[in-house]
Every structure is written in C-alpha cells, then in structure tokens.
C-alpha cells in the first residue's frame, strides 16, 4: 500500500472543501509513518484513526452544508454516499482492527483502504459538484449489494471459513498485495451473458487450497479454488457456466488490471482479518441474427 500525494487536480475551488481534503491526505499518510518499534504504537494507533474518523464527519457535514447552499442537484445521492462510508464502510473497517489489535498489516491496510475511498470519492463525487465531471446517470446497482455481499459471504465462508465484509463498494481495480485473478463466462436466461471477475489474496487462497488437502499454490489448485467461488456466486444470477475454466481464465496482475478496463460497473471490495476479495461483474444482452 502506498501513500497518497496530495496533487492540484484533486482541487475542487472551494476553499473549504480542498482544505479538508488536503488535510484528510496528510492524517492518512501519517498512519503510514508510524514505526512498529514505537512505545505503545498500538495506542499511537487508535488516537489517530479516532482523529482520522471525527475530522471526516466534520468534512462531511461542511460539504453537505455547501452542496445544500449551492443547491447541487446531486446532493441527495452524496449525502447517502457519505452516511454508507459512515455506517458500513468505516464500521466494518473498524471491528477488522479491533479483531487484529491493531496490528501493524491491518493498519496499513486500513490506510491503504482509506487512501483508495478518499481518491476515488474526490474525483468522482466531489469534483461533480462543481461540474468538473459528471456523476454516471446509468443504471443504479446499489440495491444489488445487499445480495451480492450475502452470496460473497457464503461462498467465502463456504470456501475459506471465515466470513467477510464489505468496505469499498466504489472499488476501482486497485491491488490488493499479493493476489490471484480468476475470470468466467457465464449463460443466463434470456440471452444475457455474464461474466464475473474475481481477486483474492494469496492468504486466502491458500486456506482454500488447504481445505482442498493440497500442500501448494499452482494453476490446478487455483482452478479448483476459484471454480468453488464461480459456483457459489452463480447461483446468485441462476447462471450456468459458459465453459469450464482452464489455465487461460487465470489472470496475472497487468491481465486483471486490463480485464477490469473494459468496464465493471458492480465493482466491490471485500476483506476481513485474513485477506481481501475483490468482485466484480458486468452483463449484456447477446444480439441474435434477424432471420
């Protein structure tokens, strides 16, 4: 996990909000710079993500009071963005550290979580505000989530025994440290294609591939880790695969990272003490030939 620089083209020209922008940055990076070896780094810790988590609620509430006062038409929508971050992404966030003891690994994941979520709502959200973008008028998947979290859930727990949570729904393909990625095709009725693209920690896969018995990580022990997930997963959209997987449905990192480019507009991001899981899919209607 990197750093976050603080660069012009995250400002949006209100004072108020860049201010607050540019200092969230600076908190977050200073998560980052805390030393294992420091006395009590663990209280260090938790001082600062409670500094981190009331200076964004503060944010929060002043950018609500501009969006309000310049009447922006996407207000509503914001405002929701910010109470999900709130309510579920920084709670889930939250019990992850405390189940660690805030450990060193799960802090700098947390920064790195923090450091993704804020980039992305800036230049997404924020700048929409001021008409430098615009918010994606598409279709709205948020009502999907809830299910999709419960089937990723079951397939993790099924598959790894350990139970996740949600804490990016705006994930945009960043790494997730050392990772597989699997990809698959699938048929649902009405002649729509599915294909779901998935990313899992290595932690992960590996107790995945000791509940299979295996004693190591190869494309044979992937596969069979990866079609367990495929198979759970489907059964969410009543999809039948549309081939099986082989070798060639296994990405590396700049394959994944391509694959994610051509568009996933459900894109989420899952973790818990152990690791990250990423899951992604997108659909279309197949055009069949006019007789």
Same mark, same amino acid.
């Given at each position: 996990?990197?750093?976050?620089?603080?660069?012009?083209?995250?400002?949006?020209?209100?004072?108020? /909000?860049?201010? $607050?922008?540019?200092?969230? %940055?600076?908190?977050?990076? #200073? @998560?980052?710079?805390?030393?294992?070896?420091?006395? =009590?780094?663990?209280?260090?810790?938790?001082?600062?993500?409670?500094?981190?988590?009331?200076?964004?609620?503060?944010?929060?509430?002043?950018?609500?009071?501009?969006?309000?006062?310049?009447?922006?038409?996407?207000?509503?929508?914001?405002?929701?963005?910010?109470?999900?971050?709130?309510?579920?992404?920084?709670?889930?966030?939250?019990?992850?550290?405390?189940?660690?003891?805030?450990?060193?690994?799960?802090?700098?994941?947390?920064?790195?979580?923090?450091?993704?979520?804020?980039?992305?709502?800036?230049?997404?959200?924020?700048?929409?505000?001021?008409?430098?973008?615009?918010?994606?008028?598409?279709?709205?998947?948020?009502?999907?989530?809830?299910?999709?979290?419960?089937? /990723?859930?079951? $397939?993790?727990?099924?598959? %790894?025994?350990?139970?996740? #949570? @949600?804490?990016?729904?705006?994930?945009?393909?960043? =790494?997730?440290?050392?990772?597989?990625y699997c990809y698959q095709c699938f048929d649902?009725?009405?002649?729509?294609?599915?294909?779901?693209?998935?990313g899992v920690e290595e932690s992960l896969i590996?107790?995945?591939?000791?509940?299979?018995?295996?004693?190591?990580?190869?494309?044979?022990?992937?596969?069979?880790?990866?079609?367990?997930?495929?198979?759970?997963?489907?059964?969410?959209?009543?999809?039948?695969?549309?081939?099986?997987?082989?070798?060639?449905?296994?990405?590396?990192?700049?394959?994944?990272?391509?694959?994610?480019?051509?568009?996933?507009?459900?894109?989420?991001?899952?973790?818990?003490?152990?690791?990250?899981?990423?899951?992604?899919?997108?659909?279309?209607?197949?055009?069949t030939a006019k007789s």
């Amino acid at each position: 996990m990197e750093k976050i620089v603080w660069d012009e083209k995250f400002k949006i020209g209100v004072e108020v /909000v860049d201010k $607050a922008h540019e200092k969230l %940055f600076r908190i977050v990076n #200073r @998560l980052f710079d805390i030393p294992e070896d420091e006395m =009590n780094y663990q209280h260090t810790y938790k001082e600062g993500i409670k500094y981190l988590e009331a200076y964004s609620m503060k944010h929060f509430s002043e950018e609500e009071t501009y969006m309000r006062s310049s009447r922006y038409s996407g207000y509503a929508r914001h405002k929701k963005i910010h109470d999900n971050f709130r309510d579920e992404i920084l709670v889930s966030l939250k019990k992850d550290l405390e189940l660690s003891n805030y450990s060193v690994s799960a802090v700098q994941r947390f920064a790195g979580i923090m450091s993704n979520w804020l980039v992305e709502h800036i230049m997404r959200e924020d700048q929409a505000i001021v008409g430098k973008i615009f918010s994606p008028q598409g279709r709205d998947l948020s009502s999907q989530i809830p299910a999709i979290s419960r089937t /990723v859930n079951r $397939a993790t727990t099924e598959v %790894f025994q350990v139970e996740v #949570r @949600l804490v990016n729904p705006l994930y945009r393909g960043q =790494n997730i440290g050392n990772g597989y990625y699997c990809y698959q095709c699938f048929d649902v009725e009405g002649g729509v294609k599915l294909q779901i693209l998935l990313g899992v920690e290595e932690s992960l896969i590996l107790r995945g591939i000791k509940r299979l018995r295996k004693a190591q990580i190869n494309s044979e022990t992937l596969l069979q880790v990866f079609e367990q997930l495929f198979t759970q997963l489907s059964r969410l959209f009543r999809a039948e695969p549309e081939e099986k997987l082989t070798k060639e449905n296994l990405l590396t990192l700049e394959g994944y990272r391509a694959e994610f480019m051509k568009g996933y507009p459900c894109s989420l991001l899952y973790s818990n003490k152990v690791g990250h899981i990423a899951f992604c899919h997108r659909n279309w209607r197949v055009r069949t030939a006019k007789s």
